[in-house]
């Protein structure tokens, strides 16, 4: 199932939505959108040729270390990401990301929680190129 980033938003979990995005302000439909993860930003360093510039003051590292991981974790996780951007690049998105439907009943919107995949997002985002998910 193709489903447009607009309808995704990232996994809420409130203690750690404040920790790590208190720049969002309040959760909301607008501030959990996929849109707003630092994931998004980073690719767009990486596409620009300086995402090391200033990376410890940049909110994925920042998110990574208000929960507790290492330097070395967080820089070798980017480096990671930057090199799937490059590989989604050359061959496209080939494993789909993993989502759950929610509604304003129970959560801040209608629409698909990613429960496995912000980085593929984030570089689907940034790419402009369809987001193939599996509903769980």
Known sequence: MIIP???????YYENKFRLAFPHLGEPSEQSLRSINLPHVDLVKK???????????????????SKWGRKRDWIINRAKKFCSLY???????????II????NKKTHFYD??????????V???????????????
């Open 46 to 64: 990486f596409i620009e040729g300086n995402w090391r510039k200033e990376f410890d003051s940049h909110p994925y590292y920042i998110m990574h």
């Open 99 to 102: 989502v759950k439907n929610k």
């Open 111 to 120: 629409g698909w929680e990613i429960l496995d995949g912000h980085h593929r």
């Open 5 to 11: 980033h607009t309808e995704l938003y990232i996994q």
């Open 122 to 136: 984030s570089v689907c985002i940034n790419l402009g190129i369809d987001i193939k998910c599996q509903v769980r």
């Open 86 to 96: 490059s590989d989604i690049k050359k061959n496209g998105l080939k494993t789909s």
